[in-house]
């Protein structure tokens, strides 16, 4: 099981918001931080999410995070739901091939 996760983002306040209305069809909310520093969000079983403010100008680390679901209508609404929240579409979700 995950602890927690915390990755670096360019614009705190930007990835704040988004984060909130990506993870709402999930029923991930946010639980704790610190303005202009960081912002935990519960994704349940007492793991969280975290993101932090960077030092670095983009562009960033890539980074993959995966998480746990019940099922692909929740994977489906978290897709379109980080889509409207203004997530880049690198294709839908299901397997890669590379």
Known sequence: MID???IEV??????K?????AFAPLGYRLSFGKEGVFWAFD???GCLFEIQRTGEKPPLTHLHV???VKSKAEVDAFYRAALEAGA????????RLN
């Open 88 to 95: 880049a579409d690198n294709g839908a979700p299901g397997p």
């Open 66 to 68: 995966a998480f746990r």
């Open 4 to 6: 927690h996760i915390t």
């Open 43 to 45: 994704v349940g079983n």
């Open 17 to 21: 918001l988004f984060y909130e209305k």
């Open 10 to 15: 360019s614009d705190l306040d930007k990835s």
